[in-house]
């Protein structure tokens, strides 16, 4: 197991029904156990995750992701955002 699937698991004891999280990337999402998602992109799609909480896969915030620099992808995120806040 990697590292990072570690890292993940221990952060994965602490979700609860109350959390929204935010999975930048996704390698990310496959180190937390997150595979198969439905259709071409995993981005923006919410999901319930076994501990009830609820999850998004945004794309990574790296320099090199050209998808940042599309002023649709930040407007996605901030809606997301602002609903599981207002929730």
């Given at each position: 197991?990697?590292?990072?699937?570690?890292?993940?698991?221990?952060v994965?004891?602490?979700?609860?029904?109350?959390h929204?999280?935010?999975?930048c990337g996704?390698?990310?999402?496959?180190?937390f156990?997150?595979v198969?998602?439905?259709?071409?992109?995993?981005?923006f799609?919410p999901?319930?995750?076994?501990?009830?909480?609820?999850?998004?896969v945004?794309?990574?915030?790296?320099?090199?992701?050209?998808?940042?620099?599309?002023?649709?992808?930040?407007?996605?995120?901030?809606?997301?955002?602002?609903?599981?806040?207002?929730a």
């Amino acid at each position: 197991i990697s590292t990072a699937k570690r890292k993940a698991a221990r952060v994965r004891e602490r979700f609860s029904e109350h959390h929204a999280i935010i999975f930048c990337g996704s390698r990310v999402a496959e180190a937390f156990g997150l595979v198969g998602f439905p259709g071409e992109s995993p981005f923006f799609v919410p999901f319930l995750l076994e501990e009830g909480a609820v999850g998004v896969v945004v794309p990574h915030p790296s320099g090199v992701n050209v998808l940042w620099n599309d002023p649709r992808t930040r407007s996605r995120l901030h809606g997301y955002v602002f609903e599981q806040v207002a929730a």
